[in-house]
């Protein structure tokens, strides 16, 4: 009996849709982000073919109270990131090609485009032994230090593909949720659906978009670092007088962001010393 | 359950490498087909339901991991995507030495559609968030301060005149509430910038709630969301004392509660510095004055002003008094009211001399005067606002003015070097304007608007002069000129707005009625000069109107065609000779302009309109009117249109990755039927008739502005240059008509450093060129030179200070005649501290006087100016 199940499975899986119920797949996900006010952006993965996409939905992206992220994040301390939220309306994309191993990411830095292609895995997890669940999924913890932040996630065996929202994967299950340390970003699965949504070509976006030309991470990071680090400089010197002391405009992506404001800002306060230092000694006198 | 079926061990040739705690194996369907990216997961026994360790399999389906910690009891499940897991315990992998071989059962469940409910969100549109923390260094001390650091924001040092992204600010408002409406100002330079927790700046703004995503509004406007302290109070207080004789003291007092949203300040100066946004030292007009100029009437009597090319802060010697009381109070959750209270006090101390000399039709001849002027202006305003929701829908809003103004000059004046008087001018200013504004929103994408506006405005002047002109004779004692210029305005508006697929569009109807009356008498020991001196008259003026205006929005276009059609009627009667004229026409004026993204970098910018304009306020005076000592002034009434049509593109490309911007425009108008001026100069009066001609005025504007930032020099780089080109009628001493050009260019050069070292410096080279034609032979020209170099140095705790040397070349011909001026600024900030300190020298070479040359086609004058003198200023601020 059981073999003619068997069977009977395998035909349907050639023949019918088996195989596109179970090979494709689409998570939606709510990211808040703590980038100098809240804001919450919702985003997608698509999967099909052992490719998958995730991308943001900027042009649906909404400002949040404080008290709703409060609410959503038990990080009550987290620090207010020194950056700004500019409705672009454009958004991010990243590729992850689990045949090739490779990842794809999508930037857009000073009004340019840049695409970036990285090796997979990411890194390397560290299991944790917290559970949750989330959607009615059983999760479990895990941890990573990746580009310079602390993630914290929560992902799910019962859906046992390496992805998860952003660069994220590599585990041994969907990752439903996650938050980085410092509270710039937390990412949560709001919905987990069978198909992809029917506008969403992603053979044909994904072999598009491997016509692009890529920089690889290193290249990358070292452009836009200096660029930002030029871009402080340039406002520095277009104001009469007194200009600005450090400042970043664009909101890019990462850490490429927090290393060269805190390269700006070391250099700014050897340079002209830390207000806050200056402040204590002159309490102290 | 039956899993254990289908797990096979299999053994392979073992070669004696394996190690006990390495796992390999290979993963395979029923098919034998290997499976890819399945999952190995290592648990523990104990608890199966956290996978301490796992692995996944390549293409060929196999796996090898070498497990990290020791288990007593293994649990090894296999997941693959469209597969069934299975689980095995391994008691003794230790032991293991041959790979294991998992065979997976394809799965016939699919996958749920699992959905969560969203959060609750609010929205926010076309806004961007600043929060000014980012941004600051330390060194700001006021929300303008901040303001100029935030890209996309700038801020115009002189007015205290915000942009973003180009487009001048409409309002700055305080948690969501306009508080100070045009006078923003007031705002942005007194409220301290500790007290602002995020800086919004709203595009497509509209104040009226109701019209949100209904009208096309270009408008852009700040809000400052102000941080919600302990107390509902904050403030500061600024001293500032110096040498000699200097102060510049300012107190602020900000409230903000859910109710109640207050501003007090209180500011006294005698350095030239302006808290306001009112400027009664040179009468340049602010974003109100010219928002209501239309409504306004005229001065005709000209008022004294200390113009040129230095800072106000240079030449403005006054001792200047302002306060002002704002607040914004919700009486009940749909009623609001709010006020805005003015008094300023100021006196001016100037000590101008003008040389003129004029050259007409091969005779010369020059005048001279010496004017030591007190001015002495006195304002007390009041605004209110009153709003009230109606309904959800509906909204109604009263809002009015209620200002008087009058400005004293007394002048000491001394002309053509024998001549000496006694003058006196009194101006007095009377605003009064009401506004009624009901808005229905029919639906999402429909509103209408009803609008009622009255105003008055009233101006008398009396101007005296002692001795006498001796207009009458050589016996008189004092010449008296009367003057008083009333505009009353009406106007009952409807309007009806959408926005629909193709666009947004706007569609007017209305009746605007305007009365002029105005009289004027010269007088000399109060007897009348005569009837070619008096005016009594009214001028009338009402329009029907139908305006519509559509925007179209496609891609990389935007398109914004618009028509209006008036019924005008005017009539003049003069109460003199008892004459009347009258006018009615119909007037059609389009007007389209056109958008066009060519990339994210560059955009392109063209409109074309044609109008026809009925005459304005200063051509209604039949007969003279003694503006000032030198000059008497009329004109032949003709209430026919002026016709005007203008045409202007504009090209921008800003290159964020490349630090490259670069902005060109270019404008041209052309009027037809024109006034023109026939001016007979003499060596005592001079006077100017205004008359129309068949005739028009060219005019033709190139502006050109771009800047890099140059990575290797670790500099910025602006260069911008200005062409205008001018052609004008004029008759001068019974000449025939001259046709004239005037052809004015100016460059700036501005080169700013940004080293990694303290020290940075600051340059910036001006030129400006003025030349005067008449039939094609250059009459006069006059190039002006200035350069201004500035050494920033910035020290540890947080003391900035400033070196500027200023350097002008007035008249390029004599290179001796120049001047420079020294300035320091010194700032001692102490961040989150409360206090903090600043030391100014201002004018350290002590220049007294000031001339420069100003041309014209008939004319060369040479205008000396007093100058603030040398001081130094201590400065203590405290923030509580």
């Given amino acids: 009996m059981k073999k003619i199940t068997l069977i009977l499975c395998f035909l349907l899986g050639i023949y019918s849709y088996s195989q596109k119920d179970l090979n494709q797949l689409q998570v939606d996900y709510e990211n808040v982000s703590r980038a100098g006010v809240n804001v919450l952006t919702p985003c997608s993965l698509y999967f099909s073919n052992n490719v998958a996409k995730f991308t943001t939905h900027a042009e649906k992206a909404e400002e949040i109270d404080k008290k709703e992220i409060d609410k959503l994040s038990d990080c009550e301390t987290c620090p207010q990131s020194k950056s700004i939220f500019i409705k672009t309306g454009i958004n991010n994309y990243y590729y992850q090609d689990l045949n090739s191993n490779l990842l794809y990411s999508y930037y857009l830095s000073f009004k340019k485009n840049f695409q970036v292609k990285e090796n997979l895995p990411i890194g390397e997890w560290k299991l944790g032994d917290k559970q949750k669940e989330i959607l009615g999924y059983k999760c479990q913890s895990a941890s990573i230090?990746?580009?310079?932040?602390?993630?914290?996630?929560?992902?799910?065996?019962?859906?046992?593909?390496?992805?998860?929202?952003?660069?994220?994967?590599?585990?041994?299950?969907?990752?439903?949720?996650?938050?980085?340390?410092?509270?710039?970003?937390?990412?949560?699965?709001?919905?987990?659906?069978?198909?992809?949504?029917?506008?969403?070509?992603?053979?044909?976006?994904?072999?598009?978009?491997?016509?692009?030309?890529?920089?690889?991470?290193?290249?990358?990071?070292?452009?836009?670092?200096?660029?930002?680090?030029?871009?402080?400089?340039k406002t520095w010197s277009e104001d009469d007088e007194t200009g600005s002391g450090f400042l970043v405009i664009e909101p890019t992506m990462e850490n490429i962001y927090n290393v060269t404001n805190d390269k700006i800002r070391k250099e700014f306060y050897e340079k002209w010393g830390n207000p806050d230092e200056a402040e204590q000694q002159t309490t102290q006198k | 359950?039956?899993?254990?079926?289908?797990?096979?061990?299999?053994?392979?040739?073992?070669?004696?490498?394996?190690?006990?705690?390495?796992?390999?194996?290979?993963?395979?369907?029923?098919?034998?087909?290997?499976?890819?990216?399945?999952?190995?997961?290592?648990?523990?026994?104990?608890?199966?339901?956290?996978?301490?360790?796992?692995?996944?399999?390549?293409?060929?389906?196999?796996?090898?991991?070498?497990?990290?910690?020791?288990?007593?009891?293994?649990?090894?499940?296999?997941?693959?995507?469209?597969?069934?897991?299975?689980?095995?315990?391994?008691?003794?992998?230790?032991?293991?030495?041959?790979?294991?071989l998992f065979v997976l059962e394809k799965s016939t469940q699919a996958l749920k559609t699992v959905v969560v409910k969203s959060y609750k969100i609010k929205e926010k549109n076309d806004t961007v968030f600043y929060n000014p923390k980012a941004f600051a260094d330390g060194t700001e001390r006021k929300v303008e301060d901040i303001l100029k650091k935030l890209p996309g924001i700038e801020v115009n040092e002189k007015s205290g005149q915000i942009s973003y992204k180009g487009k001048p600010v409409e309002t700055v408002n305080l948690d969501g509430d306009n508080l100070f409406g045009y006078n923003y100002q007031l705002g942005t330079r007194n409220i301290n910038v500790d007290m602002v927790e995020q800086v919004q700046a709203i595009e497509n703004y509209s104040e009226n709630p109701l019209l949100k995503n209904i009208e096309n509004s270009n408008k852009v406007a700040l809000n400052l969301k102000i941080k919600k302290g302990k107390t509902d109070y904050s403030g500061n207080a600024e001293l500032?004392?110096?040498?000699?004789?200097?102060?510049?003291?300012?107190?602020?007092?900000?409230?903000?509660?859910?109710?109640?949203?207050?501003?007090?300040?209180?500011?006294?100066?005698?350095?030239?510095?302006?808290?306001?946004?009112?400027?009664?030292?040179?009468?340049?007009?602010n974003q109100e004055q010219i928002n209501e100029q239309t409504q306004n009437a005229k001065k005709i009597i000209s008022e004294t002003t200390s113009s040129g090319v230095l800072d106000a802060e240079r030449t403005t010697v006054n001792n200047a008094w302002f306060n002002n009381l704002s607040f914004l109070y919700k009486i009940h959750q749909k009623v609001s009211f709010k006020t805005n209270l003015y008094y300023y006090k100021d006196i001016f101390s100037s000590d101008n001399y003008y040389q003129t000399q004029y050259a007409v039709n091969d005779e010369s001849f020059t005048n001279t005067d010496w004017y030591k002027n007190e001015k002495k202006p006195e304002l007390l305003r009041a605004d209110f606002e009153m709003k009230w929701v109606v309904s959800k829908n509906a909204l109604l809003q009263y809002s009015g003015k209620v200002s008087t103004e009058n400005i004293r000059t007394q002048t000491n004046l001394l002309?053509?070097?024998?001549?000496?008087?006694?003058?006196?001018?009194?101006?007095?200013?009377?605003?009064?304007?009401?506004?009624?504004?009901?808005?229905?929103?029919?639906?999402?994408?429909?509103?209408?608007?009803?609008?009622?506006?009255?105003s008055k405005n009233d101006i008398p002047q009396q101007y005296s002069l002692l001795p006498s002109l001796h207009f009458i004779s050589d016996f008189t004692e004092i010449t008296q000129q009367k003057s008083n210029f009333t505009k009353n305005y009406a106007e009952a508006k409807v309007d009806f707005l959408g926005s629909s697929k193709l666009g947004k569009y706007v569609i007017s109807i209305g009746i605007q009625y305007e009365d002029i009356p105005y009289n004027s008498l010269l007088t000399e020991d109060n007897q009348s000069v005569g009837n070619n001196y008096e005016n009594n008259l009214c001028y009338y003026k009402s329009n029907g109107f139908l305006e519509t205006s559509f925007t179209y929005k496609k891609g990389k276009w935007q398109l914004q065609p618009s028509i209006s059609i008036k019924n005008n009627t005017q009539a003049f009667k003069d109460f003199i000779t008892n004459s009347t004229?009258?006018?009615?026409?119909?007037?059609?004026?389009?007007?389209?302009?056109?958008?066009?993204?060519?990339?994210?970098?560059?955009?392109?910018?063209?409109?074309?309109?044609?109008?026809?304009?009925?005459?304005?306020?200063?051509?209604?005076?039949?007969?003279?009117?003694?503006?000032?000592?030198?000059?008497?002034?009329?004109?032949?009434?003709?209430?026919?249109?002026?016709?005007?049509?203008?045409?202007?593109?504009?090209?921008?490309?800003?290159?964020?990755?490349?630090?490259?911007?670069?902005?060109?425009?270019?404008?041209?108008?052309?009027?037809?039927n024109d006034f023109f001026s026939r001016y007979s100069f003499s060596e005592t009066l001079n006077n100017t008739f205004y008359f129309r001609m068949p005739y028009g005025n060219k005019n033709l504007m190139f502006f050109l502005k771009t800047d890099k930032y140059i990575p290797w020099l670790q500099s910025t780089l602006r260069i911008s240059a200005n062409y205008s080109n001018f052609l004008y009628k004029n008759i001068v001493n019974d000449s025939e008509l001259r046709n004239n050009k005037a052809a004015n260019y100016s460059g700036e050069f501005f080169w700013k450093t940004a080293l990694d070292i303290p020290i940075n410096f600051q340059n910036e080279i001006k030129v400006a060129q003025a030349d005067f034609y008449t039939e094609n032979i250059k009459i006069n020209s006059n190039t002006s030179f200035n350069y201004t170099s500035s050494i920033i140095a910035r020290f540890k705790?947080?003391?900035?200070?400033?070196?500027?040397?200023?350097?002008?070349?007035?008249?390029?011909?004599?290179?001796?005649?120049?001047?420079?001026?020294?300035?320091?600024?010194?700032?001692?900030?102490?961040?989150?501290?409360?206090?903090?300190?600043?030391?100014?020298?201002?004018?350290?070479?002590?220049?007294?006087?000031?001339?420069?040359?100003?041309?014209?086609?008939?004319?060369?004058?040479l205008y000396q100016t007093n100058l603030l003198n040398r001081y130094i200023l201590l400065s203590f601020n405290i923030n509580f």
């Avoid at chain 2, 007035?810 to 900030?829: G, I, S, V």
Wanted: glycine letters at 4%; aromatic letters at 18%.
């Fill in chain 1, 145 to 233: 230090t990746y580009k310079g932040r602390d993630w914290e996630v929560y992902f799910t065996n019962a859906i046992p593909i390496p992805l998860g929202p952003w660069k994220l994967g590599g585990l041994s299950g969907l990752i439903l949720e996650a938050k980085s340390v410092d509270g710039m970003y937390h990412y949560t699965a709001t919905k987990i659906s069978a198909e992809i949504d029917k506008e969403i070509n992603l053979k044909d976006d994904y072999s598009n978009y491997l016509k692009n030309t890529f920089l690889t991470w290193s290249e990358y990071f070292e452009l836009v670092n200096k660029k930002l680090y030029e871009s402080n400089k």
């Fill in chain 2, 1 to 100: 359950m039956s899993q254990k079926k289908y797990i096979i061990l299999l053994f392979f040739l073992s070669f004696g490498f394996h190690f006990s705690q390495t796992i390999s194996g290979k993963v395979i369907n029923e098919k034998g087909e290997p499976i890819f990216s399945a999952n190995i997961l290592f648990k523990e026994s104990q608890k199966p339901d956290l996978v301490v360790e796992f692995c996944q399999t390549n293409k060929q389906g196999a796996f090898t991991y070498k497990l990290k910690k020791e288990y007593p009891k293994l649990l090894v499940e296999i997941t693959a995507l469209g597969y069934q897991s299975q689980q095995q315990e391994i008691e003794n992998y230790h032991t293991l030495v041959e790979p294991l």
């Fill in chain 2, 240 to 285: 500032g004392l110096g040498y000699k004789d200097v102060y510049n003291s300012s107190f602020n007092l900000l409230s903000v509660s859910q109710k109640l949203k207050g501003f007090f300040t209180s500011s006294y100066n005698n350095i030239g510095h302006n808290y306001t946004s009112f400027d009664y030292n040179d009468f340049s007009l």
């Fill in chain 2, 415 to 454: 002309s053509d070097v024998t001549e000496n008087y006694q003058t006196k001018l009194l101006s007095e200013n009377f605003i009064f304007r009401n506004k009624l504004l009901f808005t229905q929103k029919l639906n999402d994408k429909q509103a209408f608007q009803a609008q009622l506006f009255f």
């Fill in chain 2, 581 to 672: 004229l009258s006018a009615t026409d119909i007037i059609f004026a389009p007007a389209f302009s056109a958008i066009y993204k060519l990339s994210r970098k560059s955009v392109f910018n063209a409109s074309v309109s044609y109008d026809k304009i009925p005459i304005e306020d200063e051509y209604l005076l039949p007969n003279f009117v003694l503006t000032s000592n030198r000059n008497l002034q009329k004109s032949s009434v003709d209430l026919a249109f002026q016709e005007l049509k203008t045409t202007s593109l504009s090209y921008s490309y800003n290159d964020n990755y490349n630090f490259f911007t670069l902005l060109f425009s270019g404008n041209y108008s052309e009027t037809d």
């Fill in chain 2, 797 to 861: 705790k947080r003391i900035t200070a400033v070196f500027s040397a200023d350097y002008f070349l007035p008249d390029t011909q004599k290179r001796n005649e120049d001047y420079w001026f020294l300035d320091a600024k010194f700032d001692f900030f102490f961040s989150k501290s409360k206090y903090n300190f600043s030391i100014i020298v201002k004018n350290l070479l002590n220049n007294t006087t000031f001339s420069q040359r100003f041309v014209s086609d008939y004319s060369t004058s």
